[in-house]
C-alpha cells in the first residue's frame, strides 16, 4: 500500500510538444504529492506539487492534473524543450503522528529531440 | 538563502569499512531526510530526522544509522560496508515533518 507506480520508464517527445507521466498510488492516507526534476549528477529538484483538495495545478510549463477517485496523478509539460531532458519522480507523503516520509515513483527519463 | 550541502561529495570504500556522511540542511529548516538512490531501487526511504530524534525510519539494516545534532545538522553512518551499499546517498532537508523536502547534491558512494 506504500508504492506508487509511475510510468511510462522512458519517454522520448519532440521539441514543441507534451510530455505526460503518470502516477498511480494505493494509500489513500497520502496527502502530498510532489513532482522532482532530477539531472545527471545532481539532486532531485521540486517541480510542483499538489494536495488532493484541487484537482490541477499548473505553474508555467508544468501542470499537475490529480483524480483522487482514481487515485491517479499525471504531469504535463506543454512545449517541452531540449533543457526539459531529465528523469522525473513522482512521489507521495503522508503524515502519521510526528513523521513523514516521501514515497518515491520509480521514474521517467525524458528525452525532448529537436 | 544557501541549499542543502553534503559532505564529501564522492567517496570511495571497501568492503567492512564504515562511513559517514555529513548534511547541513537549509538555514531555519528542524527536518533532515535521508534517502538512498541506486539505479535498480530507485529511490529509498531511509529514516528522517527532526529536534534531535528519529522520528521515522525506512527498511534498512541496522548498520544504517544516524543522528541529527541540535543546529539540525545530521550525519548518516553506514558500518561494514557491503557491495550492494553503492549509491547516491541524498540528504532532505525542510521546515518542520510533513512539509516539502528540498535535496542536496548528494554523496557518491562506491564499495570496491
Known amino acids: 500500500q506504500q508504492q506508487v507506480k509511475q510510468s511510462p520508464q522512458s519517454l522520448i517527445v519532440q521539441k514543441g510538444g507534451i510530455s505526460i507521466i503518470n502516477c498511480a498510488y494505493e494509500n489513500t492516507a497520502f496527502d502530498y504529492f510532489p513532482w522532482y526534476q532530477q539531472f545527471p549528477g545532481k539532486g532531485p529538484a521540486l517541480l510542483i506539487a499538489i494536495r488532493p483538495d484541487v484537482s490541477e495545478k499548473k505553474e508555467g510549463r508544468f501542470t499537475i492534473s490529480f483524480n483522487k477517485s482514481a487515485k491517479q496523478f499525471s504531469l504535463h509539460i506543454m512545449d517541452s524543450q531540449p533543457g526539459d531532458s531529465a528523469t522525473y519522480f513522482c512521489?507521495?507523503?503522508?503524515?502519521?503522528?510526528?513523521?513523514?516520509?516521501?514515497?518515491f515513483g520509480t521514474g521517467t527519463r525524458l528525452q525532448v529531440t529537436l | 538563502k544557501a541549499g542543502v550541502t553534503q559532505t564529501p561529495r564522492y567517496l570511495i570504500k571497501t568492503r567492512g569499512q564504515q562511513v559517514t556522511l555529513s548534511c547541513s540542511p537549509i538555514?531555519?529548516?528542524?527536518?533532515v531526510s535521508w534517502y538512498q538512490q541506486t539505479p535498480g531501487q530507485g529511490l529509498q526511504f531511509l529514516f528522517e530526522y527532526f529536534s534531535e530524534t528519529q522520528r521515522n525510519k525506512g527498511n534498512f539494516p541496522g548498520r544504517f544509522s544516524g543522528r541529527q545534532f541540535s543546529n539540525s545538522r545530521s550525519e548518516m553512518n553506514v558500518s561494514t560496508l557491503e557491495l550492494g551499499d553503492s549509491a547516491l546517498y541524498l540528504c532532505?532537508?525542510?521546515?518542520?515533518?510533513?512539509?516539502?523536502?528540498?535535496f542536496g547534491p548528494g554523496t557518491r558512494l562506491l564499495v570496491l
Open positions: 538555514s531555519g529548516h528542524r527536518s
Open positions: 512521489a507521495a507523503s503522508m503524515r502519521t503522528g510526528t513523521a513523514s516520509k516521501l514515497t
Open positions: 532532505a532537508s525542510s521546515l518542520e515533518v510533513a512539509k516539502t523536502q528540498y
